[in-house]
């Protein structure tokens, strides 16, 4: 197949290259709206908004399936910008849906109300709280309206090697400031963006196509305290295990409550998904979040 990954300067278009590496089965094509100077890939510019760009691109090329990793993904902003997060989130959406390729899309666990006190499975009801997570609910509908047989993997807390994220600003504060405050009301799933590309890829790569919505993250469930505990944790055991060069992170991790924050969004309080249905499907067993943090942390 010819695959192109849109969005492959972001945290999961990049770990979707890596594994095109062990993938050579296939063709790939990697794009973004920008490319930047150091690509190690060949990056070509598509802005996803752009329907015609789309649509040529996937004809000029022979696309057969579309990953799309590219997203609007600044939650604070898109209460700003909710018009432009749109475009991105759910019009282009269904630009890719209307391309001719087959379709792998990227959904959030936002679409949920995040009230929940269960895992959410993938047909429990969407009640999005947020901006992002309209666009991105409008996203899948769009998408689904346009191309029914798309399959749409919602993810939550994702996190690489590659661009910011929550692990690398957790370092980055350890390392200088004496004291951090962590909400311990927000429990989740930290989800290493290279295991999300693994079960894409069982989906790829299966026998047979099976359209529909899964929800992915890793195992297990944690406050953001206590990711950030672990973050710690782990940085110092690769610290004193000579796996990394630098000073051991001392800074306390105190915990505190939403309210203290002061989010310019609301953020879920509860939003573990159930993912029962992708195991299933796709016959993968899923690492622990402790597991990837580490895996990612050797690979940073
Ligand atoms: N990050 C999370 O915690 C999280 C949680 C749940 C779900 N997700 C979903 O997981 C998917 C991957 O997230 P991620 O963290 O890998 O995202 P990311 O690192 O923000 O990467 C998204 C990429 O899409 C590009 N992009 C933005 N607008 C575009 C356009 N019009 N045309 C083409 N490319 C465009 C971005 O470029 P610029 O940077 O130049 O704008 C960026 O390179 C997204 O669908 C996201 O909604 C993420």
């Known amino acids: 197949m010819t695959i192109l990954i849109t969005g492959a300067n972001g945290q999961l278009g990049n770990e979707m290259r890596i594994l095109s590496a062990e993938n050579k089965q296939h063709t790939f094509l990697f794009s973004d709206v920008f490319v930047p100077e150091d690509s190690l890939v060949t990056i070509h510019p598509l802005d996803i908004t752009d329907a015609a760009s789309v649509s040529a691109f996937v004809k000029s090329h022979g696309v057969d399936l579309i990953v799309n990793c590219a997203a609007y993904t600044n939650v604070d902003k898109a209460e700003q910008d909710e018009a432009t997060a749109l475009k991105i989130n759910a019009d282009a959406v269904a630009n890719l849906g209307r391309s001719g390729a087959r379709v792998i899309h990227v959904s959030t666990d936002y679409v949920f109300s995040g009230d929940e006190h269960l895992p959410c499975s993938e047909d429990d009801p969407v009640a999005p709280r947020t901006a992002y997570g309209r666009t991105k609910n409008a996203g899948e509908q769009a998408l689904l309206s346009v191309l029914p047989d798309a399959i749409i993997f919602r993810t939550a807390w994702l996190y690489s090697e590659f661009g910011t994220n929550f692990v690398k600003t957790m370092i980055r504060l350890g390392q200088t400031k004496e004291e951090i405050g962590v909400v311990y009301d927000q429990i989740g799933t930290p989800t290493y963006a290279l295991d999300l590309a693994r079960a894409i890829f069982a989906a790829i790569n299966d026998d047979a196509w099976h359209p529909g919505i899964y929800h992915y993250t890793n195992e297990g469930v944690c406050s953001w305290f206590d990711f950030t505990v672990a973050i ?51 016959a993968i067993s899923i690492p622990y979040w402790r597991d990837s943090l580490i895996a990612c942390m050797r690979n940073m």
């Open 232 to 282: 710690h944790e782990v940085y110092n055991m690769f610290i004193a295990h000579g796996m990394k060069h630098g000073e051991p992170i001392t800074c306390r991790v105190r915990p505190i409550l939403s309210e203290e924050y002061q989010y310019l969004t609301p953020r879920p309080h509860y939003s573990v998904l159930n993912k029962a249905k992708v195991k299933q499907t796709f």
